[in-house]
């Protein structure tokens, strides 16, 4: 699946209208440029929203990051998966609400967080792809690694950070299950020059059916 990754309310809807989006992706820094506080725009997100809408805990111990899962669920409905940060203290707040509320873990950098992640129970292992090409050297690599290790279990891989609709499709082609890209990217994914062109040399030497209604 494809999802946005963005709070902005305009941008979800204009991704939303594409008809093949699956859902929207949100971050701390995402929800910060958004104009509404973050309650209101999450329940603005899960009104258009087709699918799944995630949420950034950012709770700092254990009991306000569960508090806080239960809030955004309160918000968000069924359509909640949580994104949890890929630390000591993040998986066992994933073991503890994997089983209420679906979960996914964040900011993954190893093959060994991820098998943590499915232990855990998370629904989704998230890599930041781009990010780690800068901070590792190779991000596709990690997306391998990841689905080797996650194979055999329920565990999928979101794929993240993606800067262009080559590393789109070479993401996908390393294993990942499902990408979440910014308003740009979508757009961006859905074309092509050559297309273009072909399209354009049909309208110029083809021809199709009449629009022109029958009268009774």
Not at 27 to 52: A, M, R, V
Not at 103 to 110: K, L, P, Q, R
Request: aromatic share 6%; net charge negative.
């Amino acid at each position: 699946m494809i999802y946005l990754d963005s709070a902005i309310l305009e941008e979800a809807k204009a991704a939303v209208a594409m008809g093949w989006v699956k859902g929207i992706t949100t971050n701390p820094t995402l929800l910060q440029k958004s104009t509404l506080l973050p309650e209101d725009c999450l329940q603005q997100l899960s009104l258009i929203c087709p699918g799944e809408l995630y949420y950034q805990l950012c709770g700092t111990d254990f009991d306000s990051m569960i508090q806080e899962g239960y809030r955004a669920a309160e918000i968000v409905g069924e359509k909640l998966v949580l994104k949890i940060p890929a630390t000591e203290l993040g998986f066992r707040v994933t073991a503890r609400l994997a089983s209420e509320i679906a979960c996914s873990v964040t900011a993954i950098y190893s093959p060994a967080q991820a098998a943590i992640a499915s232990e855990a129970g998370a629904k989704y292992a998230i890599a930041y792809v781009n990010r780690a090409t800068k901070l590792l050297g190779d991000g596709l690599e990690l997306v391998r690694s990841m689905s080797n290790v996650l194979k055999n279990s329920k565990t999928e891989i979101l794929a993240a950070s993606i800067k262009s609709p080559q590393e789109a499709a070479a993401t996908l082609q390393a294993g990942a299950d499902h990408l979440t890209v910014p308003l740009n990217i979508l757009q961006a994914m859905t074309t092509h020059e050559l297309s273009t062109k072909t399209v354009a040399e049909f309208a110029d030497q083809g021809r199709g059916i009449s629009m022109v209604s029958s009268q009774e």
